[in-house]
Protein backbone atom coordinates (compact mmCIF):
# COMPACT_ATOMS: atom_id res chain seq x y z
CA UNK A 1 0.00 0.00 0.00
CA UNK A 2 0.92 3.46 -1.02
CA UNK A 3 2.12 5.67 2.19
CA UNK A 4 -0.34 8.35 2.42
CA UNK A 5 0.59 11.82 4.36
CA UNK A 6 -1.71 14.34 5.12
CA UNK A 7 -0.83 18.16 5.99
CA UNK A 8 -3.20 20.85 7.06
CA UNK A 9 -4.03 24.87 7.48
CA UNK A 10 -7.04 26.87 8.57
CA UNK A 11 -7.89 30.52 7.14
CA UNK A 12 -10.30 32.86 9.45
CA UNK A 13 -11.80 35.97 7.21
CA UNK A 14 -13.80 38.42 8.63
CA UNK A 15 -15.27 41.34 6.31
CA UNK A 16 -15.66 42.25 2.56
CA UNK A 17 -12.80 41.48 0.06
CA UNK A 18 -10.98 44.65 0.15
CA UNK A 19 -11.77 45.63 3.87
CA UNK A 20 -11.50 42.44 5.85
CA UNK A 21 -8.86 40.86 7.66
CA UNK A 22 -8.11 37.20 7.72
CA UNK A 23 -5.33 35.19 9.16
CA UNK A 24 -3.45 31.86 8.48
CA UNK A 25 -2.80 28.87 10.95
CA UNK A 26 -0.87 25.33 10.77
CA UNK A 27 -1.08 22.79 13.57
CA UNK A 28 2.46 22.56 13.11
CA UNK A 29 2.70 26.34 14.97
CA UNK A 30 4.97 27.86 11.84
CA UNK A 31 1.63 29.99 10.92
CA UNK A 32 -0.47 31.04 13.95
CA UNK A 33 -2.85 33.35 13.65
CA UNK A 34 -0.89 34.95 11.11
CA UNK A 35 -2.42 38.37 9.52
CA UNK A 36 -3.14 38.26 6.02
CA UNK A 37 -5.31 41.09 3.62
CA UNK A 38 -5.71 42.60 0.52
CA UNK A 39 -2.76 45.01 1.88
CA UNK A 40 -0.82 42.27 2.68
CA UNK A 41 -1.52 40.46 -0.60
CA UNK A 42 -1.64 43.30 -3.09
CA UNK A 43 0.58 45.88 -1.09
CA UNK A 44 3.35 46.44 1.39
CA UNK A 45 1.45 45.86 4.52
CA UNK A 46 3.15 43.71 7.21
CA UNK A 47 1.56 40.31 7.35
CA UNK A 48 1.71 37.08 4.26
CA UNK A 49 -0.40 36.66 1.95
CA UNK A 50 -1.12 33.13 -0.16
CA UNK A 51 1.86 33.97 -3.10
CA UNK A 52 4.66 34.32 -0.45
CA UNK A 53 3.62 31.11 0.91
CA UNK A 54 3.83 29.53 -2.49
CA UNK A 55 6.97 30.48 -2.61
CA UNK A 56 8.28 29.62 0.27
CA UNK A 57 6.85 26.18 -0.15
CA UNK A 58 7.71 26.23 -3.57
CA UNK A 59 11.52 27.07 -2.22
CA UNK A 60 12.00 24.66 0.41
CA UNK A 61 10.63 21.26 -1.49
CA UNK A 62 12.80 22.10 -5.05
CA UNK A 63 15.67 22.71 -2.26
CA UNK A 64 14.64 19.55 -0.76
CA UNK A 65 14.32 17.23 -3.69
CA UNK A 66 17.65 18.63 -4.90
CA UNK A 67 19.33 17.36 -1.96
CA UNK A 68 17.98 14.04 -2.25
CA UNK A 69 19.26 13.52 -6.40
CA UNK A 70 22.89 14.84 -5.50
CA UNK A 71 23.00 13.12 -2.32
CA UNK A 72 21.72 9.75 -4.24
CA UNK A 73 24.35 10.42 -7.31
CA UNK A 74 26.97 10.37 -4.71
CA UNK A 75 27.28 14.85 -4.75
CA UNK A 76 26.29 15.46 -0.58
CA UNK A 77 26.00 19.63 -1.15
CA UNK A 78 27.75 21.25 1.05
CA UNK A 79 25.31 24.37 1.10
CA UNK A 80 21.78 24.97 -1.25
CA UNK A 81 20.18 28.09 -1.59
CA UNK A 82 17.43 28.65 -3.33
CA UNK A 83 14.65 31.87 -3.42
CA UNK A 84 11.24 31.49 -5.12
CA UNK A 85 9.97 34.57 -6.87
CA UNK A 86 5.93 34.03 -8.05
CA UNK A 87 4.53 36.33 -10.80
CA UNK A 88 0.79 37.14 -10.59
CA UNK A 89 -0.88 38.50 -13.54
CA UNK A 90 -4.22 40.12 -14.07
CA UNK A 91 -6.45 38.71 -16.17
CA UNK A 92 -8.55 40.49 -19.03
CA UNK A 93 -11.71 39.03 -16.60
CA UNK A 94 -10.40 41.04 -13.87
CA UNK A 95 -9.34 38.05 -11.72
CA UNK A 96 -5.46 37.20 -11.12
CA UNK A 97 -3.44 33.87 -11.34
CA UNK A 98 0.17 32.55 -10.82
CA UNK A 99 1.59 32.77 -13.93
CA UNK A 100 5.52 31.81 -13.00
CA UNK A 101 7.42 31.05 -10.44
CA UNK A 102 11.38 31.87 -11.14
CA UNK A 103 13.68 29.60 -8.61
CA UNK A 104 17.04 31.11 -8.49
CA UNK A 105 19.70 28.21 -6.81
CA UNK A 106 23.01 29.00 -5.38
CA UNK A 107 24.90 25.54 -4.60
CA UNK A 108 28.13 24.38 -3.49
CA UNK A 109 28.50 20.94 -4.34
CA UNK A 110 32.02 19.40 -3.86
CA UNK A 111 33.55 17.20 -6.82
CA UNK A 112 30.13 17.52 -9.53
CA UNK A 113 30.63 18.62 -12.99
CA UNK A 114 28.58 21.74 -14.22
CA UNK A 115 26.31 19.29 -17.09
CA UNK A 116 25.66 16.44 -13.94
CA UNK A 117 24.64 19.72 -11.51
CA UNK A 118 21.90 21.52 -14.42
CA UNK A 119 20.66 18.05 -14.64
CA UNK A 120 19.74 17.07 -11.19
CA UNK A 121 18.51 20.04 -10.76
CA UNK A 122 16.36 20.70 -13.47
CA UNK A 123 14.87 16.98 -12.77
CA UNK A 124 14.53 17.93 -9.20
CA UNK A 125 12.28 21.56 -10.60
CA UNK A 126 10.29 18.79 -12.86
CA UNK A 127 9.37 16.21 -10.04
CA UNK A 128 9.34 18.55 -6.61
CA UNK A 129 5.43 17.81 -5.52
CA UNK A 130 5.37 21.86 -5.48
CA UNK A 131 6.15 21.94 -9.34
CA UNK A 132 4.05 19.16 -10.21
CA UNK A 133 1.24 20.87 -8.53
CA UNK A 134 1.22 24.17 -9.99
CA UNK A 135 -0.15 25.06 -13.11
CA UNK A 136 2.83 27.75 -13.95
CA UNK A 137 5.39 28.31 -16.03
CA UNK A 138 8.46 27.28 -13.99
CA UNK A 139 12.46 28.87 -14.44
CA UNK A 140 15.33 28.41 -13.08
CA UNK A 141 18.44 29.78 -12.90
CA UNK A 142 21.17 27.54 -11.19
CA UNK A 143 24.74 28.78 -9.80
CA UNK A 144 27.25 26.09 -9.19
CA UNK A 145 29.85 27.90 -7.05
Known amino acids: MA ?4 RTA ?3 WRGG ?12 GALRDTPYSFATRFGEDRGTNPEELIAAAHAGCFTMALAFRLSGAGHAPE ?10 EQEAA ?3 RIAAVALRLCARV ?3 AEPEFRR ?8 C ?5 LNAEIGLEATLE
Open 17 to 28: GKEGRGSLTTPS
Open 120 to 127: LAEEAKAN
Open 94 to 96: GGW
Open 3 to 6: ATIH
Open 110 to 112: PGI
Open 129 to 133: PVSRV
Open 79 to 88: SLRTEARVTM
Open 10 to 12: SAA
